[in-house]
């Protein structure tokens, strides 16, 4: 991957995190088979928010994103995006935001997505190895 080039793997693993994350939670509160377009309202405002939080810290930045010593970036931006994307939910769903939710939501999406980016630099790692 050139370090002139948008790293477009790391957004559509972070989409695609963000989506399972989402499928998982309505799961685990025994909605998801009635779920169907209500999930857009966890998953919008969580995307929304990581991408507006998560340049800041770099996680898009080729050199940034492929050294394990900056796994924090990832992770931090997250828990800091979380608080937001529960407020556009509760606006969006013109409910309360209960802390509770706030602090699941930036946890579990936040170890999500340090999960994938770790897998992510698994993988490149073990193809920088073996092929020189």
Not at 46 to 73: I, K, T
Not at 118 to 124: E, N, V
């Amino acid at each position: 991957m050139g370090t002139t080039k948008f790293p477009w793997i790391l957004l559509a693993g972070d989409i695609v995190t963000f989506a399972l994350v989402t499928i998982f939670g309505f799961a685990t509160h025994g909605t998801l088979d009635s779920a169907g377009m209500r999930m857009l309202s966890t998953f919008l405002p969580v995307l929304v928010a990581w991408l507006l939080f998560a340049p800041f810290f770099g996680v898009y930045q080729p050199g940034m994103a492929a050294e394990f010593r900056n796994l924090w970036r990832p992770f931090l931006a997250m828990v800091l995006a979380a608080p937001f994307a529960a407020w556009l939910r509760g606006f969006w769903l013109g409910t309360v935001i209960l802390p509770i939710f706030v602090v699941v939501l930036g946890g579990i999406c936040a170890l999500a997505v340090l999960a994938w980016r770790g897998f992510y630099l698994l993988i490149i790692t073990t193809r920088k190895r073996n092929h020189g």
